[in-house]
Each structure stands twice: as C-alpha cells, then as structure tokens.
C-alpha cells in the first residue's frame, strides 16, 4: 500500500487525483477530518485520520504500508512533524519514503539561510540518517502561488509582488504530482533527488502577462517594496511568520536575480512541462476571481 500525508493540501490532493486518474490504489493521511468530505468520496482512495506529530495515532495508517509520499504545512514545526513521522514509520517498517522538498533553482541559492527551507535540509538529513530506503523531490515555486495575488489582479488590475526584475521557474502541481506518482508506484528510485522546475524563468512582469492573457484584462507588474508588501499579506490574514518568511524569501530571489529551468525531471518520466500561459489560461476562472482557490495563508 501507498500512502500520501498531508493528502488535504495542494499538492496531497494533487497526488492523490493523481493515484485516482489511474485507477491506482491509495491511501490517504487527514488530521482534520471535516476537511476530508472531497476525499472520501474518490474511488481507491482508503482515506484514515492521524497526526504525524502523534505516533499513537498513526497506526491504522502505517499498517501494511511499503511507500510513503510524505508531505506536511511549510510551517514551523514541519521540522518537529516530519521527523517524528520518519520515527514512525520505520517503526511500521515502510520500505521507503519519498519527502517532499523544494528548491529556488538559483545559482548561489543557499537553502541553509532561512527557516523553512532549512528545515527541509534538516529533514532530508535526518532521513538519509535513518536508514529507510528514500527519494527527494525537489520542486520549485508552484504556479498556484500566484492564486494568492487574485485578489489584488481582480481589484486593481496588478500583480503586486516584491521581486524586482528577478525572474522565477514556477512549475504547475499537476505535473510534480504526475512525477510523484510514477516514483511512487515504480522501482528504482531509492536514494535519488529529483530536482524539477517549470520550462520557462519569468520575470513578474511576464507572469502579470500571461495571466492578463488568458483572463483578457490589463494585469500590470508592480515591483512594491517588501515592507509595503508585508502589511499586505498581513492584512490579507497571512500570521506574520508566515509573512516575514516570504519577505526574507523575496529579498533574496531579488538579489540573485534568473533562476534555472531544470525539465531534466520531466522529460525522464515523459511529462510535458506546463507553460505558465497554459497555466493560467486552464485557470483563468480563478485568475478572474469568479472560481474559488485553496490558499496556504490559513
Ligand atoms: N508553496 C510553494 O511554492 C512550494 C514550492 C515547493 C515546495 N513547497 C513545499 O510543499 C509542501 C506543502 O506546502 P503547502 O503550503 O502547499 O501545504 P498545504 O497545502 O498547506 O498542505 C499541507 C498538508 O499537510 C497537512 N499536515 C500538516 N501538519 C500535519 C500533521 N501534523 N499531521 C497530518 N497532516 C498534517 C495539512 O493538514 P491540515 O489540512 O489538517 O492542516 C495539509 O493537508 C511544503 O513542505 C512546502 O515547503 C512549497
């Protein structure tokens, strides 16, 4: 049996519709189980509560499992979280385990810097320490980020983000959950980081530009600076954690400038790379503000 933690957030769900395309048995990890309606109601998809913080919840989960997807919030306690689960689910005798992580992409780029992407280094660590077979991933920002300045494209026309002329390699969660699933369900991937990212570097200003194509509507890149942009996700209900994170994150985007395109993933498991034009023009109903969107701010 596969499970996949954290199957209630963004890209969870995205695996787990994954798991489902295929017809390929699944079971899925939920702490809050009002939040698991969605989930149950998918064929092949076993859905069973616990907390990874909780290793006596865990139980009816970690039996008969032999790979894990493991995935939870970018919080602060992601370290805490994901290393009481690697506990775990040694302990049940998984076979593998696949951590989630992520990556900028940037030359220079140094994950050790700031909080969040720390943990993720910490974590890795302590699961190549723990000797369970594993496999990294190492996603770059997700298009769906961008979901988050909806609310400012709708009211003002703009994309208001502190990047300056920093340019991004975002890539789409469905195609990290299509990767996912076939490094889950294949062999041979134990003690390999995949590395991926989307197919183009873009600047603010050409993202602004792809989603004012598809919703056909002006969409202006403002570089705002990060304090102003701080108040913002503030006022947007982000806890200010949360929001000084992305501001240190943005900060030093800014500074080093053209991320790197990686497709190398893509291409070794025969997925076409999602351009952010098709991105936005598939999601154009969310970019007009007319479809609702799942925000990581909460
Ligand atoms: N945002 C990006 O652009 C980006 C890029 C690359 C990588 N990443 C990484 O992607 C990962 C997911 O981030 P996200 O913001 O997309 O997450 P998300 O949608 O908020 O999903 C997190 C999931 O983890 C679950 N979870 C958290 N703590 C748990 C616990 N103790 N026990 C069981 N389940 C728990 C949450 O359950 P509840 O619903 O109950 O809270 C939720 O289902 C993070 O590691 C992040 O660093 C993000």
Request: aromatic share 8%; charged share 25%.
């Amino acid at each position: 049996m596969i499970l996949v933690t954290g199957a209630t957030g963004r890209p969870g769900s995205a695996v787990i519709r994954e798991f489902v395309r295929h017809g390929d048995p699944v079971r899925a990890l939920v702490r809050t189980p009002a939040k698991a309606a969605e989930l149950q109601a998918l064929p092949v998809v076993d859905v069973v509560v616990g907390d990874m913080l909780r290793p006596d919840s865990l139980s009816a989960a970690l039996e008969g499992v032999d790979r894990v997807l493991m995935i939870s919030g970018a919080g602060p306690d992601m370290l805490e979280t994901q290393c009481t689960f690697i506990d775990a689910a040694k302990r049940a005798g998984v076979g593998r385990i696949v951590k989630f992580s992520g990556d900028d992409h940037f030359t220079g780029w140094d994950a050790e810097k700031f909080r969040s992407t720390r943990n993720h280094e910490q974590v890795q660590r302590y699961l190549l320490a723990s000797g369970v077979p594993w496999t990294v991933l190492r996603p770059s920002q997700f298009m769906e980020a961008y979901f988050e300045e909806v609310p400012d494209i709708v009211a003002r026309g703009e994309l208001r983000l502190p990047l300056g002329e920093a340019a991004l390699v975002p890539i789409a969660i469905d195609d990290i959950a299509s990767i996912a699933h076939s490094v889950l369900t294949g062999d041979g991937h134990e003690y390999t980081t995949y590395r991926m990212s989307g197919p183009q570097a873009l600047t603010g200003a050409g993202v602004a530009a792809d989603i004012a194509a598809a919703i056909d509507r002006p969409v202006r890149y403002v570089d705002v600076a990060p304090q102003t942009k701080r108040s913002e996700w503030l006022g947007r209900g982000y806890p200010p954690p949360r929001a000084d994170a992305f501001v240190e994150l943005f900060d030093e985007r800014r500074k080093l400038g053209t991320a790197k395109v990686n497709v190398a993933t893509h291409r070794r498991f025969g997925i076409e790379p999602t351009t952010f034009h098709e991105f936005a023009a598939r999601h154009a109903a969310v970019f007009r503000g007319e479809r609702a969107y799942r925000s990581a701010a909460a």
